[in-house]
């Protein structure tokens, strides 16, 4: 048998004996609750699938290759991919795993197994002694958001918003039933916020979507998001048509390259010099919430809240909330996640690192309180009379 035949078979082997749980206890993750059947996780492989409604990856627990498909990204593979996914977040480079992205999957399966070789020596001979003033190889520089204005590249898409249509009678009918819809959505705020429109036109591989500017602390445009105008009418089409893997819609999407993992959705500083704002802030405490409608349909009701573009919050998520609220309103933080499954299990995480940090956390709402009627409701679905009437006297209370 050729070697690398052979070598295959060993590999494929290995996959076999491996238990998923191994794999995901390595990496920190909770082990499936079954042993047969689909295990379902979030996708590690872009950071714009943590917004799935619906499974982000699902594991095949009965194939021996531990078959894994990304519902969201629609990356295929086996136990290795995932294992690919969970070390450097971000898919294969191709359409599957080759050459240095294959033996390094391969390396680490072997670790995760205990199976890390021993260094080779001839006979007695002592392995050669490292130089003294040997330089440390260079470790990766951590991720960061440039401002487009800073890049050569991007400079020219600093002001993208100022293309976007805000008027409805001049969108798409899909377009215009989306800010309809939202009729908070004024044209007014969205000059503000820099979203609206961008038509098929437009010069953007966002173009046909409703765009969001995502600033800095220091209010630099940092790079855009897309909605996906028609997401409500497919979603409902692929919930009928029996959830089929490979059709599943997307919500948003983000441009390659930004780590909205390190940011907070309307962090910029210069909305403090907002009066309302301050004083939601001084009776409330920080609001945080899932997405980007969220944190502008409360921002037009005097409520200061800044969102995750997730329904799970980052390490260096989590450290800027704490910031902010420890600087702005004596570390008091209230919590409103989507009224989902998917969004109370995140926030439950959220309200335990940010409690260990020693901040004042509260849950603003939730599935089952007040009476259950706010089941199913995101922040942006907010009246002015829920508001006033069912939510801010019950905050005011805590």
Avoid at 101 to 116: H, P
Avoid at 331 to 360: I, Y
């Amino acid at each position: 048998m050729p070697r690398n035949a052979s070598y295959i078979q060993d590999v494929d082997r290995l996959i076999e004996q491996t238990p998923l749980s191994d794999v995901l206890h390595h990496y920190g993750l909770p082990p499936p609750e079954k042993s047969t059947g689909e295990h379902r996780m979030v996708c590690p492989f872009n950071a714009e699938c943590r917004d799935s409604q619906y499974g982000n990856l699902t594991v095949n627990l009965d194939s021996s290759a531990k078959l894994i498909y990304a519902h969201c990204c629609q990356i295929r593979g086996n136990l290795l991919t995932l294992i690919h996914g969970l070390e450097t977040h971000s898919p294969p480079s191709t359409d599957r795993l080759r050459g240095d992205e294959f033996k390094s999957a391969v390396a680490k399966l072997r670790e995760i197994n205990g199976l890390i070789d021993s260094p080779k020596q001839n006979g007695d001979e002592s392995p050669a002694a490292e130089p003294h003033n040997a330089p440390a190889s260079p470790a990766d520089p951590p991720p960061q958001n440039v401002p487009l204005c800073q890049q050569d590249k991007t400079k020219g898409l600093v002001n993208l918003w100022e293309e976007c249509v805000v008027d409805v009678a001049e969108m798409s009918p899909p377009a215009a039933a989306y800010f309809r819809e939202r009729p908070w959505l004024t044209p007014e705020v969205c000059r503000k916020w820099k979203l609206g429109y961008l038509p098929r036109n437009g010069r953007s591989l966002l173009r046909g979507m409703v765009i969001y500017a995502h600033e800095n602390e220091d209010g630099e445009v940092l790079s855009y998001s897309g909605r996906d105008v028609r997401f409500d009418e497919k979603w409902d089409k692929w919930i009928k048509d029996g959830r089929p893997d490979d059709k599943k819609p997307c919500k948003h999407r983000y441009v390659k390259g930004y780590h909205k993992g390190l940011e907070l959705y309307g962090q910029q500083a210069n909305r403090l010099e907002d009066r309302r704002l301050k004083e939601s802030l001084g009776r409330l405490g920080l609001i945080v919430v899932e997405g980007q409608n969220d944190v502008i349909r409360l921002d037009t009701l005097g409520i200061a809240a800044v969102g995750l573009c997730s329904n799970r919050a980052t390490d260096e998520q989590i450290s800027k909330i704490a910031r902010f609220a420890q600087r702005a309103c004596q570390g008091r933080v209230v919590l409103m996640p989507d009224n989902d499954e998917e969004g109370e299990t995140g926030f439950q995480d959220l309200l335990w690192q940010l409690a260990s940090q020693g901040l004042s956390v509260c849950l603003g709402w939730s599935r089952t309180s007040h009476e259950g009627r706010f089941n199913g409701l995101q922040p942006e679905h907010l009246t002015d009379e829920i508001w006033q009437t069912d939510l801010l006297p019950s905050l005011s209370r805590t």
